[in-house]
C-alpha cells in the first residue's frame, strides 16, 4: 500500500563556501500530523526548510509536494501554494498595524482600492478561529514577543496553508501562552494541516508531536514515531553520544557584593518599578517571571538601553551612571540582548566585524587601527566559543543560531566585562550547545564576574544560577535560593503582583 504524504524531501544536498549544509537529508511528511524536526544547531534543519521554502535552491535532490516535484521561486511563491513558515526571528513591519501586516502584499480590494474594512474583518475571522486575543488595528511593534509569534501563525493559516513549518515557536512564550498554541496546532491538525515543527525542548516533542526527524551534520539519521522516543534516545541520536549530566557541575562561588541596584525604576511606562537587589561577585543571579513582567526591562534599565526615571546602580561600591550603552560598557557591563537577529548580529557583515564591534577603541591606536589584532581577537572568539564557521569573513548570518549566540558572548567577552546581563541566552540553541554555554557561564563566574541571566526555561534557572529574582508586573516579588526552592514557589511570587 503507497504511503500518503503530503511532502517529501529526498536526498537534498546544499553546499556552502566550505559547507556542506546537507548531505542527503529526508523528510516526509502526512497530512494532519505534527512532524517535529530536532538535531543540533548547523545540523541543517533550517537550511532544509529554506530549500522548502524557496529561499535556498538545493544542490541535488528532489522536493515532491502531493506526489508532483516543486520548485519554489520564493517565500512568495511558496505561500501562494499551501506552504508558510513560521520563524523564530520574526520578520515584521514594526510600524504597521497587526492586521497590514498579515495582508502585506495581497491587500484586500473594493472598487480598485485598498479595503481596511474586508482587512479587519478578515483578520478578526482568522483570530476568532484560533483564539488570538490581539487587536488587528493595534500598532505590531506594541505586541509582546508571544502576540508576534501568535500574529505570523494566524498569517500562515490566511493563506489556508497544508503545510506549515514552526521554528522554535515556543522560544518565548510562558507556560500558559505554550498551552494556548499547542490548542491552535491541534485545531490545524484537525483541519488536516501537515506541521513541521522545529525546536530543542524534548518535553514539548514528545507532547506534540506525531513523528520525529533527527538530523547530524547535514543527514538524516532516523525517523521514528514519538511515542517509541524518550529524552536520553533524542539526545543520543542529535550528538552521536550519551549526554549523561544535563548541566555541567557548578564551580563558581559567590562571595563579597559586586554590584548594588537600589529602588530602581525606568522612566517609561510598563518598565520596572521599585526593584532593589545585590549582585556577588562570582554569582549567577536568574530572573524569573511570566511574559510581561519585566524581565528584559530591568536588564535594559541597567545597562541604559531603558531610560532610568529613579534609584541607583553602584557597582565595586561606586555609584554608576550607566545613562547610555557606552558608558554601561566602559564601567564594565555587558548585555546579550532577547533578540538576537533584531538587536544582536549585523546580519550582512562578517564574523569578524560582528566579534570585534563592542571593542573597536582598543585597536585605534595613533590614528590607525590594528587590523592585526582585531583577526587575532576573532579567532579568538572563533576557538573558545567553538563557533563552526568556515572562516572569519563567513557572514554571520549565514551561520546557524547557536553559533550566531556564541559569536555574540564573545564579541561581549572581549571588553573583559565585570557584569554580564544576559537575556535568554540560550533561547534557540540545541542541547549540546546550551551544554557549552551553561559551561561559559559557569567559568565566567568562577572568574569573579556577576552573571545576571533572564530566562524562560525553569530547569535552566534552577541548575544553573545561584540564586533566582522573581519578577511580577515590573516589581519584584522576591529572590530564592536556587537550591531549595521549587517551580511552584518560583511560579507563586511571578503571579503575585499580576
Known sequence: MQENYVLEMRDLEKQFPGVKALDGANLKLRPGTVHALMGENGAGKSTLMKCLFGIYKQDAGVVMIDGKESRFAGPKDAMENGVSMVHQELNQVLKRSVMENIWLGRFPKSGGLVSHKKMYEETQRVFDELDIPVNPKTMIGKLSVSQRQMVEIAKAVSYNARILVLDEPTSSLTQEEVEHLFVIINKLRDKGVAMVYISHKMEEILHISDE??????????????????????????????????????????????????????????????DVSFELKKGEILGIAGLVGSRRTELLETIFGMAHRASGEIIKDGKPVANKIPRESIANGFAMLTEERRATGIFGGLNINFNSIIANLNSYAKGGFINEKKMKEDTAWVIDSM????????????????????????????LTKPDVLLLDEPTRGIDVGAK?????????????????????SEMPELLGVCDRILVMSNGKMAGIVDAKTTTQEEIMRLAALYV
Request: hydrophobic letters at 40%; proline letters at 4%; one cysteine or more.
Open 386 to 413: 567553538s563557533v563552526k564557521t568556515p572562516s572569519q569573513k563567513t557572514h554571520i548570518r549565514s551561520l546557524s543560531g547557536g553559533n550566531q549566540q556564541k559569536v555574540i558572548i564573545g564579541r561581549w567577552l
Open 212 to 273: 520525529v526527524t533527527i538530523m547530524r551534520d547535514g543527514k538524516w539519521i532516523a525517523t521514528e514515531s514519538a511515542h517509541d522516543l524518550t529524552t536520553d534516545k533524542i539526545i543520543k541520536l542529535m550528538v552521536g553520544r550519551d549526554l549523561t549530566e544535563r548541566f555541567p557541575v557548578k564551580t563558581n562561588t559567590p562571595e563579597g557584593v559586586l554590584m548594588e541596584v537600589k529602588n530602581l525604576s525606568g522612566k517609561y511606562m510598563p518598565t520596572c518599578q
Open 435 to 455: 551544554f557549552e554555554i551553561y559551561q561559559l557561564i559557569i567559568n565566567l563566574a568562577a572568574e569573579g564576574k556577576g552573571v545576571m541571566m533572564v530566562s
